[in-house]
C-alpha cells in the first residue's frame, strides 16, 4: 500500500512539474511551487525528490524511456532491416517534434544530478539500440558510422519540422536520403 501511495505521489508532483514548465518555463520551477501546485509542503516534496534537478530528471528519464518502448515496440512489428531502420526514423521524428519533447529538451539543457546522469545514458544508448540492430542485419561494418549518418538526417529533420516543414514530406525525405546512403555504405566496404 505504501508504494502504491509513494508512486501516486510522485505522479502527482511530475504531473505538476510538467504543467508548470509548460505554462511557465524549466526556470519557473521550484519546490516551493510544486507543494503550492499539489497541496504538499515544501518538505513533503523532498520526501519523494532530492531536489529540482531530481524531478527534472525524472521528467527526462520518463520521456526516455517513453522513447524507447514506443520505438522498440514499432521496430520489433517487422523484421526486414530497411523497414526496421524506415520505422525508426519515423517513429523518433514523430517523438522528437512533439509538444511535450520539446520540454524535456529543454529540460535536458538544465544540469542533471550525477547520480541520474548514468541512467540517462543507458536510456538513450536503448533509443539508439533500436536502430544498431537493422544496421548491423544490413551487414555494414562501421556500425557506429551508419547510426550517426541516421541520427543526424533525423535531427536535421526534426528542426526543419519544428520550423514548419510538413512532417510527412520530411519523413520521406529521410527515409529516401538514409535508406541509400546505408546501402551505399555497405557496398563501399573494401571486399564488396
Known amino acids: 500500500m ?5 508512486d501516486s505521489r510522485q505522479a502527482e508532483i511530475l504531473d505538476a512539474a510538467l504543467a508548470q514548465i509548460k505554462e ?3 526556470e519557473s520551477l521550484t519546490m516551493s511551487r510544486l507543494g503550492q501546485l499539489t497541496g504538499m509542503s515544501r518538505p513533503a516534496i523532498y520526501q519523494y525528490f532530492a531536489s529540482r534537478e531530481h ?3 525524472e521528467l527526462l528519464i520518463n520521456d526516455l524511456a517513453d522513447l524507447v518502448n514506443e520505438i522498440d515496440s514499432q521496430v520489433s512489428a517487422s523484421t526486414d532491416a530497411i523497414e526496421q531502420i524506415q520505422v525508426w526514423i519515423s517513429s523518433s521524428l ?3 517534434v512533439s509538444g511535450e519533447h520539446s520540454i524535456i529538451r529543454e529540460i535536458s539543457e ?4 550525477a547520480d541520474l546522469r548514468g541512467l540517462v545514458r543507458a536510456l538513450h544508448g536503448q533509443f539508439m539500440l533500436g536502430l544498431m540492430s537493422p544496421v548491423r ?3 555494414i561494418e562501421s556500425i557506429e558510422s551508419a547510426c550517426n549518418f541516421v541520427y543526424s538526417a533525423v535531427q ?12 510527412e514530406a520530411e519523413v520521406y525525405s529521410v527515409q529516401s536520403f538514409v535508406v541509400p546512403g546505408l546501402l551505399g555504405m555497405k557496398k563501399s566496404q573494401p571486399g564488396n
Open 94 to 96: 514523430s517523438h522528437l
Open 55 to 57: 524531478v527534472l530528471a
Open 24 to 26: 511557465n518555463g524549466v
Open 110 to 113: 538544465v544540469s542533471l544530478p
Open 156 to 167: 536535421s529533420a526534426t528542426k526543419r519540422i519544428e520550423a514548419g516543414s510538413n512532417f
Open 2 to 6: 505504501r508504494s502504491n501511495t509513494r
Open 137 to 139: 542485419e544490413l551487414g
